[in-house]
């Protein structure tokens, strides 16, 4: 125990930023004000601007890639469900209590896939989930 008596947040999301200031600010603009939900920023580019004090800012001071910055990210989140996003994502209002519903109303879940649209509103599946290359095709 850290002797801290706030209470830890149900959602950390981890954002690998990488030269794109503007977008990272976006979507600091449209994150909730809300102590449930954690926003990690991993600024491998060392160029993401000023942030909010409500942002946790991590600087490897080196390019992790996306994958050594998730990580970095993901170790340093405090909340037990981790959402890994881009910065040109904008959580809508009610997105991250549904995806918090959604672990609560199915404990056995290893992971949900919240939808995915663009600002008019299209479906973006295409970009969700791809299939996975078979032995012929790897």
Not at 65 to 90: E, Q, S, T
Request: no cysteine; glycine share 8%.
């Amino acid at each position: 125990m850290n002797g801290s008596s706030q209470a830890l947040p149900v959602l950390s999301a981890v954002v690998v930023h990488w030269h794109n200031p503007a977008e990272l600010a976006a979507l600091v603009e449209s994150w909730p004000r809300d102590p449930r939900y954690e926003l990690v920023v991993v600024d491998n580019s060392g160029d993401a601007g000023p942030l909010p004090d409500f942002v946790v800012r991590l600087e490897p001071g080196v390019n992790l890639g996306f994958g050594g910055g998730a990580m970095r990210g993901v170790a340093a989140a405090r909340a037990p469900l981790v959402l890994l996003l881009n910065p040109d994502a904008h959580p809508r209002p009610g997105a991250l209590a549904a995806l918090v519903r959604a672990f609560d109303e199915h404990p056995a879940a290893a992971g949900v896939v919240p939808a995915l649209e663009d600002e008019d509103g299209r479906s973006q599946h295409r970009w969700q989930l791809r299939a996975l290359p078979s032995p012929t095709t790897f």
